[in-house]
Structure formats: structure tokens, C-alpha cells
């Protein structure tokens, strides 16, 4: 008898990171929704539930064919500018705008009213780390403001809810769950089933390197061997002394990795010109067969399929003008260049106006954080050892999407759902920790209770 998923909804969907890495932690993604168009043909294409596609202040929560209550997570990430520093200085640098009123703001408490109409067992609610010192307009900080309505102890704007939920809020960096990336998102996560929420330091399965060896490569020993082990171990009982399937996530796993880095996430990757065409564009094939632990993952080969006859989707970056591909190509490895530091006849932008940088990803490192500018421009995501930025595959990639989830949309795009996006392996990681620690052990004390109850009724007749 196959055992019952749990089931998920997930609102501003996206293209699907947290959908995905909700469904690899074993989750049924019920529905999703999304105000971008493009989005649509992104998630309907990798996922098993098409997506809905409208404004979310304007839709009402769908029949599920579930009891209210029955449910067993809302998750989600309402949309951030207002939240982020960069979001928050271009807001306010807009005559008669202040970000503390913009109406972004409060697209939260959408999300809070889905999950009280559904009552589920628990939520996850993602947004950016700037979140933190974001203040509502009467100057109290936005995260306590929140938690106080998630436990109903706040009233939501004007609308009667009732919540009553234990929340707290972790601020997560996605490098120490498997992610080849340096990013800090913010999580509030709640329950009303009585259950402790889970401290997710406990769940982290990677670290910082303690020296440069531990900086290289991570390289596959034995790339035949397989697993029927779920990638979503939940029992809590695996050998240390065996060697593990990458991803496996448990609580108070030991030893833990060293980062995943740039190299060990995108370096099989072929060039992108590599018959010397300029500017580089795209590229169709594999040259190479995975060589790291990571990139045997995210190859994602069905059992006896030989690399070869992989399809490589995405792996297409921008084009790019010959000043740029000369300032790439002086970059050193994993170094940065402000555009003001640049010598002044070399400037490609007015300095008073785009503060930005110049950034060659160091390989012995994850990456920076990749974003939705990405679309703009690629000058902060310069590839290690090639004059251009990187092609959407290499992002997909440092946001953990395995090679087989595709991106039918145009390459500008494609870098914006890529950077928009919960990266998979930490939302696997949310997940497994929401299912262990809240929905197993809340069944396991039903299941429990049901037993006492019914040793009671045999013992009254």
C-alpha cells in the first residue's frame, strides 16, 4: 500500500522552486498560483498540477475537494521589493512614494488569508532577508507586526480571521542545505497542531570550508552506483558509515560537507562558443560526462541513460559587445570590479546613476546571489573561466533546478524565474523538516491516541 502524501499548495508559484523541492521532500502540490503570465508555461511544463494565473488580492481560495483543516501546508513567497534595500531605495527615490506605504507591502496578508480560509496544519512563508528591518508606517518593525497576526493575536487589516497559529521566523543562507550559493532568505514558519516548528540549523547538511582542500572539487568516486532510497529520508535512521545519496537531509546529520561551490555546480558544462563564434551564445550538447557528486544529481540520469543522449537545455547566455567581453576578460578569479573603480575612459555607465559591479565568480566558492536582475544584465555573473556571463542552465543550476526542468520561455525570461525562485534543495530541506517534525510526528500521536481509544472501547463493552 503506497503511502499518502502530504499536500501543499504554493502561492506566487512562480516558476516552481519551492513547488519542486516541496514535491521532492514528498509533498502533492494541490495547486499554484501566480500573477506573471510567463510563468505558466515555465511551471505547467515541470510540473504535475497546472498553475492558476491571476492577481491574488482578486481570486478566491479553490475547492481542493478537502475538509477545512485537512490541508497540510500553505507555502509561498509575496512578492518583496518593498522588503529588499535595493526595492526600498528606488521606491523612495520616486517623487511622493515612500515604500513603507506602497501597497507590495502588504501582499502578505493575502497569504494569510489562504491560510485561514484553508486552516492547515502548518505554513511556510519566504521573503527576503531585508524583511527584518522593514517598518510599517507607524514605525513597528513588519516581522513582529506578522507574527503577532499569525498567532491571532494582531487583526489583519480589515479582514476577520482567525489564526492562531505558532510562528517563528529563521533566517536561512540556502549554502548550507546543498546549495552551490550563497543566499540569506528569510522563513516564518507556524503550526497549529501543537508541534515545536523546526530549528533548521538542526537540518543543515553542509558548511564553510576549514582550508583550501576542502575548497576543490568534489569529485564523484563511483558514479555507477545507485540508491532506492528516497532522496527525502525521513526516518532519521541512516548509517553514517555508508555513504549517502546526495540529497539527504535529516535532522543533526554528521559530518556535515563543505560548501557545494561554482565549480562543483556548473565547470562539466561545455563553452558556449566553442568553435571561437562571437559573441558567445548557446549551446546544445554535452562534451563531458558529470565529474562531482553535485553535478551527477543534477544531471538527474534515469537508471542505464548514458549522458550522452542527455538533451542540454538553456545553456544560452546574452549576447555580449566587445568592451564588455574585454572587461570580463581582465577580471581575476573571483574578483569585483565597481563600476567607479574602473578607469574612467574604460566606464561603460555614469557612476552617479548605476552603482553597480563587475563580477567574476570565483570557482572555489559558491555563488553570489543570483537575482532577477539577471534579465538586465549579466555583469555580477561573470563565468569563472569564460569571457561572458552565464547562460540560464548555470543559473538554473546554482538555484538547484536539475537539467531536466526546462524553461520554455524567452532567455530574458527565463534568468527572471530563475531569479525569482526558492532554490529547490532548501526548500527540500523546509519541507522534510515540515513533514518529520509536524505532520509525521502529529500523525504518529493521533495514531497513538486512536490506539488508547480504542483499547477504551474494548475494555466499556
Not at 522552486?17 to 510563468?39: M, V
Request: negative net charge.
Amino acid at each position: 500500500m503506497t503511502e499518502e502524501r502530504p499536500t501543499a499548495i504554493d502561492l506566487f508559484c512562480g516558476a516552481g522552486g519551492l513547488s519542486q523541492g516541496l514535491h521532492d521532500a514528498g509533498f502533492k502540490i494541490l495547486w499554484g498560483i501566480d500573477h506573471e503570465e510567463n510563468t505558466k508555461l515555465t511551471y505547467d511544463e515541470n510540473h504535475e498540477r497546472e498553475m492558476t494565473v491571476g492577481d491574488i488580492r482578486d481570486e478566491e481560495p479553490p475547492d481542493l475537494k478537502l475538509s477545512k483543516g485537512e490541508l497540510d501546508l500553505v507555502a509561498g513567497g509575496p512578492p518583496c521589493p518593498t522588503f529588499s534595500l535595493v526595492g526600498r531605495s528606488k521606491i523612495n527615490s520616486l517623487e511622493g512614494h515612500d515604500n513603507r506605504s506602497d501597497e507590495r507591502h502588504l501582499l502578505y496578508e493575502e497569504f494569510l488569508r489562504f491560510v485561514d480560509y484553508y486552516q492547515p496544519k502548518a505554513f511556510l512563508m519566504e521573503n527576503v532577508e531585508g524583511m527584518l528591518s522593514a517598518e510599517h508606517e507607524d514605525g513597528k518593525p513588519v516581522v513582529e507586526t506578522i507574527k503577532e497576526q499569525m498567532r491571532g493575536e494582531r487583526q489583519v487589516a480589515d479582514m476577520d480571521l482567525n489564526l492562531n497559529y505558532s510562528a517563528q521566523v529563521q533566517v536561512l543562507n540556502a549554502a548550507n542545505y546543498g546549495v552551490p550559493q550563497r543566499r540569506n532568505r528569510l522563513f516564518f514558519m507556524g503550526n497549529r497542531v501543537g508541534s515545536e516548528n523546526p530549528n533548521m540549523e538542526q537540518w543543515e547538511t553542509h558548511r564553510p570550508p576549514k582550508n583550501e582542500q576542502e575548497k576543490k572539487i568534489k569529485y564523484e568516486k563511483d558514479p555507477s552506483r545507485g540508491s532506492e532510497e528516497e532522496q527525502h529520508t525521513l526516518d532519521g535512521f541512516v548509517d553514517d558509515s555508508e555513504k549517502e545519496e546526495f540529497p539527504t537531509f535529516r535532522k543533526n546529520k554528521s559530518p556535515k560537507k563543505p560548501w557545494n561551490t561554482i565549480a562543483d555546480a556548473i565547470l562539466d558544462l561545455p563553452p558556449v562558443s566553442s568553435e571561437g563564434r562571437r559573441p558567445p551564445t548557446k549551446a546544445e550538447e554535452y562534451e563531458l560526462g558529470p565529474v562531482s557528486e553535485y553535478q551527477h544529481w543534477v544531471r538527474d540520469l534515469n537508471e542505464g541513460q548514458e549522458w550522452e543522449k542527455q538533451d542540454l537545455l538553456n545553456h544560452e547566455c546574452r549576447g555580449h559587445n566587445m568592451r564588455d567581453l574585454t572587461l570580463y576578460k581582465l577580471l581575476g578569479e573571483g574578483t569585483s570590479y565597481i563600476i567607479g573603480d574602473i578607469p574612467e575612459e574604460h566606464q561603460p555607465f555614469r557612476t552617479d546613476i548605476f552603482p553597480d559591479k563587475f563580477k567574476k565568480q570565483n570557482p572555489k566558492e559558491p555563488s553570489s546571489t543570483i537575482v532577477a536582475h539577471l534579465y538586465k544584465d549579466g555583469h555580477m555573473f561573470i563565468h569563472p573561466n569564460e569571457a561572458r556571463s552565464i547562460t540560464v542552465r548555470e543559473a538554473a543550476r546554482i538555484q538547484s533546478f536539475k537539467d531536466t526542468f526546462k524553461f520554455p520561455v524567452s532567455r530574458t525570461q527565463a534568468f527572471k524565474q530563475v531569479g525569482n525562485a526558492v532554490p529547490c534543495l532548501l526548500a527540500q530541506a523546509l519541507g522534510t523538516a515540515i513533514r518529520t517534525e509536524i505532520l509525521d510526528r502529529q500523525s504518529r500521536g493521533m495514531n497513538h491516541r486512536g490506539q488508547i481509544d480504542n483499547q477504551v472501547s474494548e475494555q466499556e463493552i
